[in-house]
């Protein structure tokens, strides 16, 4: 049985616990029950009465096919309100062979303490010094590491963002390939990891325990099954695999729902330059991989590597909302430069979207011209250093663009929107205002069937079947995030009838617990209950579930639709 380590950041005393009252959850379901349970709405994000939780889904540690991701989960000190952050990487494979399914930061140490990095162990914790990486960005931090513990480490690290509790600061994860590249990206929880002085955590690399499953032939049918569906969709086996997430560049950009200049225009003249066959080109001339997986185990190899002119390494996990938000967001038609302020980001451990639509704060601000790369790139190198521009560019969109007298800020709940905009595609957008995250198109995707067409067509202009598309798809997402599953696997779900019973068999033979399609089904409603009561009790209102007005009075190029949702209208899309 899977266990919760507790570790005190103040006292450095840890315990291993029984699952008890969160016995049956994992992923998003377990982070955000446990801070709903445990944390006071109320408290500070940065303060000792937060708790940052690390948790591998319900099927983590299984050989399910895409089930390596990993819930990080607190009160968000960008938001305000409660946070589940997503992430690939080696964490949530490994966490199981040291028979846990979670770790829970708790207190946080006298100020000025030093930092540490804590060596999970099976049965121990290890509080070891941080001075040889404290202060290094995290690619050569990360180097630092390995020296130590080995190439196949396996880690979960803060940047300097992290260390100044930036807003809009990451944990980054390690790679399969050994690389921090994989983002808990969005709401701040790297700051949230600063404020409890942890530079890193490193799970045991010796630790080799496989975790058996309750029924290992009925497992193994399912799985097989599963591996079948995600390899026989034409999105998860062949557009994902051969274009990553920048395919929809284009898509995106036909469809007029591009974002661009800030939000005011829907197509990009330079988007050729940047769409994803032009990424995939570039990759195969220089010699980097066009087909990658940001964790073991993954089948549709969405990720890719990333080589500069001269065929060495410059990123990894160069996704569509970042191609997007360094370029048609801010005029750019660069994609060199694209990926230089990806890795950039990386290594300061930023958000790229938070720190995308920065930039485009700043242009509107002045501080740099429309279109300037390079003088966008200076920028985002100050972020993480003593600069005081820097810790301003850290802290996100709605910082900056108060810091700059910017009032066309693109952000709900404080948190910075993605790359559709929510005039074209109406149902992301209902999900933008509605979902407990913030701004955040992975809650509810309603691309699938405002766009791509995937699990039923909702025209995306019009406001007919929006709001019940974006509920029906939060509750999913809630439910995928908790049995560890990539999101998009959600592509093949959807056009599949078998495909959640066939999950429903996989847990049930992993855990040995019955488990049927409503089941998953409530688990997704409960951890939208759980979140929505937090943020409630920390303040939220109806008030807070709209779009900023400039959605509303201007008309976006080249359809010329507005958004025309109320604030009460949004209401039905949240769970009851």
Known sequence: MLKILRINTRTREYRFEELGQYAGLGGRALTSRLVSTEVPASCHPLSAANKLVMAGGILAGSSAANSGRTSVGAKSPLTGGIKE????????????????LAIVLEDKPEAGAPFVKLLIKKDSVEFLPAEDIVGKFNYPA?????SV???KAVTAMIGPAGEQCLMASTIQFSDPDGRPSRSAGRGGMGAVMGSK???????????????PMADPEKFKVARKRWVDILTSHPVTSQGLPTYGTAILVNIINE????PTKNFREGRFAGVAKISGETMTETIKARGGQYKHGCHTGCVIQCSQVYNDKDGNYLTTGFEYETIWGFGANILVDDLDDIALMDR????AGVDTIEMANGMAMAMEGGLVPWGDSKAAIELLRKVGTADPLGRILGNGTSFIAQAFGVDRVPVVKKQALPAYDPRTVKGVGVTYATTPMGGDHTAGYAVCQNVLKVGGDVPAMGKAGQIEVSKNLQIATA?????GLCLFVAFAVLDTPDALSVVADMVAAATGKPCTVDDIV?????????????????GFTIKDDQLPDFFKNEALPPHNTTWDFTAEELQAAKVG
């Open 149 to 151: 513990f080995g190439e």
């Open 142 to 146: 990360h180097d630092v590491v390995k």
């Open 479 to 483: 439910a995928v995030d908790s049995l």
């Open 85 to 100: 952050s997503n992430v690939g990487g080696q964490f949530a494979h490994k966490l199981p062979r040291l028979g846990l």
């Open 255 to 258: 469809v007029g729902a591009l």
């Open 522 to 538: 409530n688990m997704g409603v409960n951890t939208l209950k759980d979140e929505l009561a937090f943020n409630k009790a920390a």
């Open 344 to 347: 950039l980001c990386d290594e």
């Open 197 to 211: 002085r942890v530079k890193a955590i490193i799970l045991d690399p010796e630790a080799k325990d496989a975790v």
